[in-house]
Structure formats: structure tokens, C-alpha cells
């Protein structure tokens, strides 16, 4: 485990080529959150993809700032950059709140949801898809067979439905309730599942936006090796400390998946 207490982008540029299994992370969000610093999107993006690995992941979470009424659309302005950057598109995943900030007198719908997008370098190289149960588990459908209709004929075959199948690309989890002062911490679940999803044991995985150090607690969890980067020094002491567990204000903290 590394961490690392300065600006990102300066950090990305000394780390050596194709050594990074995994990236998980979460940007500053426009200026919604006031961090103190410039973020050069493209020298970053184009960091990521010499340091990644071939068949490597980035996770990626965003959102928009509402501007002057319209929505910022900056999540997908940084999803063309990886994309043009070479990266592959593999999914946009969505990260449903369960227990969202409820929002008054605007003219739209409650937001109630922040974007995964999922890049990879080429094919992803580690795929554990999480498994749920399929709710007509033993079931029989039937269903037509290219191969074997003939004409007008139509030929079917009866299929039996598995007990489990991959779960879907919208994950639920409540916004994380710890105390710490950093105003924008991962749930704890959201790191641990795209972990299992996209490593495995002993590869390394890297946050260059730490903050508060959610995705190494879930490295340490999960026996992955773990770099992180954070500008603030404070946002820094408390990655360290939650990671060591010496900080018992984490609430959810002791989640196992
Ligand atoms: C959205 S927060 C990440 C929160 C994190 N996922 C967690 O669970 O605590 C973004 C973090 O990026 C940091 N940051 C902003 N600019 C940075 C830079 N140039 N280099 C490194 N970190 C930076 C901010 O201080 C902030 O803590």
C-alpha cells in the first residue's frame, strides 16, 4: 500500500508504464466541491493509459453541476476525451442512491443517480461478473433455433433458466453516512464490487483522486495491492488512518460482500 500526498497528474507522470491492474475514482465534479486545484482532464486521461496494463480497467465516477439552469454534460466531455484517448467504452454504469438529497423547486426530476463508466485498455483482461438469482430459476422457455429452421418451418428447443445470472449495470447503495470531514466518501460497497469485478487477488489497483481513502480500505479488505493519491494533506492523514484502522467514525466500514 502507497500513499501518496501530492497532485496527481505530477505523480502519474514518474509511475512506470502498463503497471496498473485497476483504476477506481472519482474526479472533482466541475466545481461543485471546492478542492483547491486545477484538473488537466486530458494529461490525466492520457496517464492513465500509459500506466494501465493491457485489458486494464478505469472506473470512473461523475456527475454534473447544474449551470445557469442546464445540466454541465462534463461526464461525458471527459468519456469522449478516453475515448479519443484510446480507451474502450466497455459500459456506463449507474450508481443509484437509495437515500438521495430530496431536491425543491426545480424544474426537473430528482436527481438520484451519478454515472460508472467503465474503461478498459483493449478487452478487459478480468471480468468476475457478480452473480444474483434469476427470479424463474428451473423454468423452461421455449425458443426458435436459427440453426435448425428450415423454410417456413420453424423449429424450437426448450432451454432450462439458470439458477443465477450477471447482475445488471444500475448498482443501489446509499450514500456513505461516515463522519469523516471529507464532503464527497465512496459507500464502501461501490469500490469492493468493481474490485471483485475487475481484479484479482494480489494485482494493484490505483485512486489518484484518494480523498478520504475508500477504494484502499477496500483494497486492504480485499487483498489487492493499492496506490493512492491525494492533493490535500488532511483528505491524506484520513486515508491513512481509516485504511489502518485507527478511525472508528466510519459507519459501513465493516461491510463484506
Ligand atoms: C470526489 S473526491 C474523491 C473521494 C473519494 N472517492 C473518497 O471515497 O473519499 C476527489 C478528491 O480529489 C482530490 N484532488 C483534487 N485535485 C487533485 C489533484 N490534482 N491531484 C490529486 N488529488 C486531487 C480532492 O482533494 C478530493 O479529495
Not at 502507497?2 to 497532485?7: F, M, R, T, Y
Not at 508504464?17 to 483504476?23: G, K
Request: net charge positive.
Amino acid at each position: 500500500m502507497k500513499l501518496i500526498c501530492n497532485d496527481c497528474l505530477e505523480e502519474l507522470s514518474k509511475m512506470d508504464e502498463e503497471s496498473v491492474d485497476l483504476v477506481i475514482t472519482s474526479p472533482p465534479y466541475d466545481d461543485l466541491r471546492e478542492y483547491n486545484s486545477y484538473v488537466n482532464f486530458e494529461e490525466i486521461i492520457k496517464q492513465l493509459y500509459r500506466v494501465l496494463k493491457r485489458g486494464g480497467v478505469v472506473v470512473w465516477n461523475i456527475n454534473d453541476k447544474i449551470k445557469n439552469g442546464s445540466k454541465t454534460l462534463s461526464s461525458f466531455r471527459q468519456a469522449i476525451i478516453f475515448q479519443t484517448t484510446g480507451f474502450n467504452v466497455n459500459d456506463v454504469m449507474i450508481w443509484e442512491k437509495t437515500n438521495p438529497m430530496p431536491q425543491v423547486k426545480q424544474p426537473r426530476y430528482n436527481q438520484v443517480f451519478e454515472y460508472m463508466f467503465i474503461f478498459s485498455k483493449g478487452k478487459p483482461k478480468t471480468f468476475n461478473p457478480i452473480l444474483v438469482d434469476c427470479k424463474s430459476a428451473d423454468k423452461y422457455y421455449r425458443s426458435t433455433c436459427k440453426k435448425i429452421t428450415k423454410g417456413k418451418e420453424r423449429t424450437y428447443k426448450e432451454f432450462i433458466i439458470n439458477k443465477k445470472k450477471v447482475d445488471s449495470n444500475v448498482w443501489r447503495f446509499a450514500v456513505a453516512q461516515n463522519k469523516t470531514e471529507h464532503p464527497a466518501v465512496f459507500p464502501l460497497e461501490l469500490p469492493m464490487k468493481h474490485i471483485q469485478s475487475w481484479s484479482n487477488e494480489g494485482d494493484l489497483v490505483l485512486d489518484p483522486f484518494m480523498g478520504s481513502g475508500t477504494t484502499g480500505l477496500a483494497c486492504k479488505l480485499l487483498n489487492r495491492d493499492f496506490i493512492g493519491i491525494e492533493l490535500d494533506p488532511n483528505y491524506c492523514k484520513i486515508a491513512e488512518e481509516r485504511i489502518n484502522g485507527e478511525r472508528k467514525d466510519n459507519a459501513g466500514d465493516n461491510t463484506v460482500l
